[in-house]
């Protein structure tokens, strides 16, 4: 049977990651059970469902776990510095306006040492899509406290729990200016697939914060027993869908994380108004 | 009976690929897999419903369900 047929009869066809990713390249570098891996294949499926070839995405990043993904993708790609990522692809969507950006970063690297160009780009929004990949920690150097680990939470730099209030990543890009704003999880496939497809699709900047699993780091500190136990805990049981809300009481919302498009606006994207101050200028 | 002409899926399991994480063991609604050592391997494939859920959630690229 084709795969045309199969789909329409609505039986299991297995999606072909491989037109996508680089050859040679897997397996990847990630920990058993980390949530980067299923966060990079829902990329690719919203990727094929919009029908984007390679060569017109360029995906950017700067350095820690979540930052390796541009490494496995056969499209224009670029790993920059730490905290960077926005600024590089700021500069390529700007001379290149027709390539699809995507940035994928870990909380420390957009939040944290990023956290400037974070809320400058949203402010400017420019198009590109940002995918936070949210695990509450510095993966990649040890499991040190970052910008969204929750208040009380063990990391290496906190063994006695973590003394500051997070940040809510999503409320931050809102505030900033971005004109796309959602949060998804590792847990919930087929959701964080539609919604990387939206905010791809969306013109103007759009954030995504993804809830991920950090089990080597997150995980240990704080008991979780396995990556499992963590997507149960803290993405599925910890989050509630934005179309539940109006339908459940106060008490099952407290503490409870929203999961969605949690905002959605036009604005005047970056590079049109930038075409328009150069044809004012040539005048 | 019905049930013995059921065609079965084919599951792929990418040995090299599995890292052991056991996210597609602990969330398949069937309880079609278990870990065998190191690694996942096929325990009821009858009981398979064909759902993905253990492809789309494996970080790995190392489980795929065929019809
Ligand atoms: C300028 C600079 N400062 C610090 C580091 C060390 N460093 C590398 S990755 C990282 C944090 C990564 O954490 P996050 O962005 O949350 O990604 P994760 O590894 O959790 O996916 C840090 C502090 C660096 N590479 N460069
Ligand atoms: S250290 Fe944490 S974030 Fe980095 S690959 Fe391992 S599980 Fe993933
Ligand atoms: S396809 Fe669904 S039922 Fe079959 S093994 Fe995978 S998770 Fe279990």
Redesign the pocket.
């Known amino acids: 049977m084709t795969a045309e047929a199969a789909k329409k009869q609505k039986l299991s066809v297995p999606f072909d990651y491989s037109k996508y990713l680089r050859g040679g390249k897997l397996p990847h570098?990630?920990?058993p059970?980390?949530?980067?891996g299923i966060i990079l294949k829902a990329l690719l499926r919203a990727i094929d469902k919009i029908g984007l070839t390679n060569d017109e995405i360029c995906m950017v990043s700067g350095i820690?776990?979540?930052s390796r993904t541009p490494g496995y993708v056969d499209f224009n790609t670029m790993h920059t510095l730490h905290g960077r990522a926005l600024s590089y692809a700021t500069g390529i969507k700007m001379a290149n306006p027709d390539l699809n950006l995507i940035v994928t970063t870990?909380d420390g690297d957009a939040l944290a040492i990023g956290g400037n160009h974070f809320i400058h780009t949203c402010r400017r929004n420019i198009d590109m899509t940002i995918l936070v990949y949210s695990?509450s920690?510095y993966?990649?150097t040890g499991?040190q406290f970052s910008p969204t680990t929750p208040e009380g939470s063990k990391t290496s730099t906190s063994p006695y729990g973590a003394m500051e209030p997070n940040f809510d990543c999503c409320e931050l890009a809102k505030a900033s200016g971005a004109t796309f704003v959602a949060r998804a999880t590792s847990y919930h496939v087929a959701e964080l697939e539609r919604t990387i497809k939206a905010a791809i699709e969306h013109k103007g900047t759009s954030v995504v914060e993804i809830l991920d699993?950090?089990?080597?780091?997150?995980g240990r500190q704080n008991k979780y027993k396995s990556a499992s136990h963590m997507m149960e805990m803290i993405e599925k049981d910890g989050t509630v869908s934005v179309k539940q809300v109006d339908k459940l009481p106060p008490e099952k919302l407290e503490g409870k994380l929203l999961r969605g498009i949690l905002h959605q606006v036009e604005g005047e994207e970056y590079c049109d108004k930038y075409a328009k101050i150069i044809e004012k200028a040539q005048d | 009976m019905a049930d013995a002409a059921k065609k079965l899926p084919r599951i792929e399991i990418n040995e090299k690929f599995c890292k052991g994480c056991s996210i597609c063991v602990d969330f398949c609604p069937t309880d079609v897999l278990e870990m065998k050592g190191p690694v996942v391997v096929v325990k009821d494939l009858d009981a398979c419903t064909r759902c993905q859920l253990c492809d789309l959630r494996c970080p790995d690229f190392a489980i795929q369900v065929f019809d």
């Open positions: 570098i990630w920990c059970g980390c949530g980067h820690g776990c979540s870990g695990n920690i993966g990649m499991g699993q950090c089990p080597i780091y997150f």
